[in-house]
């Protein structure tokens, strides 16, 4: 297919008046290094490329003497295999997965043609190509796969004394579907693209640099899937600095991040610099890094938080470091690593898998022997599969978590701050241990779970902590246990002789409560084991339980009912229940070890319009009166009419949320969540309540929500 030269003036704004490179203001944590590894084909090489698989392995490329040399790795970066491929002399620079697990590797010949070169995912060879633009020189240094399975590889093309970015699209088979040049525009400049991605539309995005009045820019294009149109170019100018982007990546909303650097002083030294675009190539926000030596990016990845990772190297005077730079998704800078084998290292690209984990590649080089591919893995974010469960008044409890990158210096909160936490460390990368202390004022029930690294990284599990009470009970002795519920005490009172053996109590917080129509679920439910399995009660048991107002209102309090749930019967049976609502406490008997529940009726209608709302105000995770309130996560609204109209506006008038229809047993429950889908800040919210019928007013008021 001919090659389409373009030359399009379209520029969104990119000219930057300044752009400070200092210092960070703030301390900069260092990336924890997993691991890494050297590969040595017994002559010069280096590695340039690296992508993550899918079992979260890595495949590296690169250079080994005048051909591709490619390497694949299980995730902790043990050899596995690799191939060479003699392209006419020259090495890879550029390396993909297609969604099949297909291995495609670019790379020149002699900087005269593009090679491009597909490989199975054990890296049995497939098929090639090759393609030249008509010029002088062609010399590809990025690839990438769509979602078809078509390949773009791009790189520089030159054609008489103008250099261009070139671009060309195949299709699986390698087969040549598509390609362009473009420079910018203007003419005269010199353009070299290294890095190249494709957005979820298939739109072709391509990075490099241009020079223009004897300096470099930025530059960046998003062309149409069929390269037949510029959709949107950028050039970040910095005046007279020289400005060279080496790599981009996509973030999850689309937004394109660039990397490379820049100099301030004609090109003698360098500092990083990021760049973030919305996906029109609006520049959005720059970011910078700098140790006051020589630093350059080369490649740029991002991981599942949509941090972006970059790698290059750094010269403080001596040989040159590996360096790898982890910024937040508002390109603040999070941390930092270089890595030093003490001889000549060099960064040239990243890749970032699905954990988190950062795999940074380039080449060592001790100035005795020959050059060998470099691969180095830092840890990347924790991650919390699964954890356990503590026990109310236990001291220095040890508990284990199940995950992914766990390292020294973690440090796990809960959604209650009344768990303290005395330390952690990791058993290995899946296994975080960690002691706390669990007051006996703790109620039962699940918290969320949170580990937090040293860089400030961190993974919450929702609910994935449990707080439970347990108490050995000598079966010879009359004996008492309390443990605290959401709503309060709750005491067990156990006589002599219940049960055959002795045994360990256990109080803890149903994970499912059967639904107990015709009846409701009044806020306090408990379940009741015991270890070993020692039968039920042959007597009865008392026990005696506090509720909650706000979980009472517009429900008959006169009969509110301890009941149990036999699974047998797979039916709720009532218990023997006194009230006490002065003291807002149940007295209830029984003989049934189970899921509990305090089960009544709806209040009769003459309550129906004293309207409350609760928790208020609402502290969610706080573990106290004020939490979510059973089998909920937001606010209840309740007295309302059959039908009724609520809206929630900030203090400022804005509409925050509104509900229009039917209620549940005069109830409305909201999860906080705004008209657009996210959950309302901390602040004092007015709501006002209409009955859906007539549209009276019913009740204005107001509650707070704390975060």
């Known amino acids: 297919m001919a090659c389409i030269r373009r030359s399009l003036p379209a520029f969104c704004g990119g ?38 698989l899918a079992n979260n392995g890595i495949v590296v490329t690169g250079q080994a003497g005048d051909e591709f040399h490619t390497v694949r790795y299980t995730k902790d970066l043990v050899f596995v295999t690799s191939h060479s491929f003699f392209s006419g002399g020259g090495g890879a620079e550029a390396v993909a997965v297609d969604p099949s697990g297909n291995i495609v590797v670019a790379g020149s010949s002699n ?48 054609v008489g004394i103008t250099r261009y970015f070139s671009v060309v699209k195949y299709n699986p088979s390698l087969q040549q579907t598509a390609s362009v040049l ?33 300096h470099f820019d930025f530059l960046t294009v998003k062309f149409s899937p069929d390269l037949g149109t510029v959709q949107a170019v950028h050039r970040l100018d910095n005046l007279a600095q020289e400005d060279q982007a080496r790599g981009i990546a996509l973030d999850s909303a689309g937004k394109v991040i660039v990397a490379g650097k ?65 910024f937040s998704p508002t390109l603040a800078l999070i941390s930092s690593a270089t890595l030093d084998s003490g001889a000549a290292d060099a960064g040239h690209a990243i890749t970032v898998d699905s954990l988190g984990n950062i795999r940074a590649v380039g080449e060592t080089n001790d100035s005795v022997n020959p050059a060998d591919f470099l691969t180095a893995k830092f840890i990347g974010p924790p991650i919390v599969n699964s954890s356990g469960r503590g026990q109310q008044g236990g001291a220095f409890q040890v508990i284990t978590i199940q995950g992914e990158n766990f390292i020294l210096g973690d440090v796990v909160s809960f959604s209650t701050g009344s768990i303290d936490f005395n330390g952690a460390a990791p058993y290995n990368p899946e296994q975080l241990g960690f002691n706390i202390d669990i007051p006996a004022d703790t109620a039962i029930g699940f ?36 443990a605290t519920g959401r709503a309060g005490e709750i005491r067990i009172e156990i006589p002599a002789g219940a049960f055959p053996a002795d045994f360990t109590l256990t109080v803890a917080s149903p994970t499912l409560i059967p639904d107990p129509t015709p009846l409701f679920f009044a806020g306090a439910a408990m379940e009741l084991s015991v270890v070993p399995a020692v039968g039920q009660p ?20 006169e009969n509110l009912c301890l009941s149990y ?55 969610p995770g706080s573990g106290g009166l004020y939490d979510d309130p059973p089998n909920w996560h937001g606010i209840i609204f309740t007295g309302l009419t059959e039908t009724a109209r609520i809206q929630v506006v900030s203090v400022t008038g804005e509409l925050v949320w509104e509900y229009s229809g039917a209620t549940s047993r005069a109830q409305v429950f909201w999860d906080t969540r705004n008209r657009y889908g996210q959950l309302a800040g901390s602040g004092v919210y007015v709501y006002t309540a209409h009955d859906g019928s007539d549209g009276r007013l019913l009740r204005r008021g107001k509650f707070s929500i704390i975060r």
Not at 148 to 156: L, Q, R, T
Not at 281 to 292: N, V
Not at 462 to 479: C, H, K, R
Not at 538 to 557: F, K, N, P
């Open 15 to 52: 000219l930057l008046l300044s752009l400070a490179v200092a210092a960070p203001a703030r301390a900069v944590t260092s990336l924890v290094q997993r691991s890494s590894t050297a590969y040595d084909t017994g002559g010069s090489d280096a590695a340039r490329a690296a992508a993550a």
């Open 111 to 158: 900087s005269v043609k593009f090679v491009t070169v597909k490989y199975t995912p054990d890296l049995g060879f497939i098929s090639s190509a090759t393609f030249t633009a008509g010029g002088s020189s062609d010399r590809a240094h990025a690839v990438a796969v769509d979602g078809s399975s078509n390949v773009i590889v791009a790189g520089e093309s030159l």
């Open 182 to 214: 473009y420079n910018g525009g203007v003419g005269g400049w010199q353009a070299i693209a290294f890095g190249v991605a494709v957005d979820a539309g298939g739109s072709i995005l391509v990075t490099g640099q241009v020079q223009v009045a004897g």
């Open 262 to 326: 820049t100099s301030a002083d004609g090109g003698s030294t360098y500092d990083v610099l990021v760049a973030k675009y919305d996906d029109a190539l609006a520049l959005q926000t720059t970011g910078a890094f700098q140790m006051g030596g020589n630093e350059a990016a080369e490649g740029v990845a991002m991981d599942f938080q949509d941090n972006a990772c970059v790698v290059g190297t750094v010269d403080l005077g001596g040989p040159g470091d590996l360096l790898t730079v982890k």
């Open 447 to 482: 918290y969320d779970i949170t580990v937090t690294h040293p860089d400030g990284a961190s993974d919450t599990l929702p609910q994935g902590f449990e707080v439970v009470y347990a108490q050995a009970i000598t079966a010879s002795l009359d004996q008492t246990a309390v």
């Open 538 to 557: 042959t007597s009865s048991v008392t026990i005696r339980m506090q509720y909650r107002e706000e979980d009472i209102v517009g429900l008959d309090v």
């Open 565 to 619: 749930y036999d699974i047998g019967l797979n039916a709720w049976e009532n218990l023997p229940t006194v009230v006490d609502p002065a003291l807002r406490r149940i007295t209830a008997t029984t003989k049934n070890f189970a899921v509990l529940a305090l089960l009544t009726r709806i209040s009769p209608p003459s309550n129906v319009g004293k309207i409350k709302v609760y928790p208020n105000p609402y502290k």
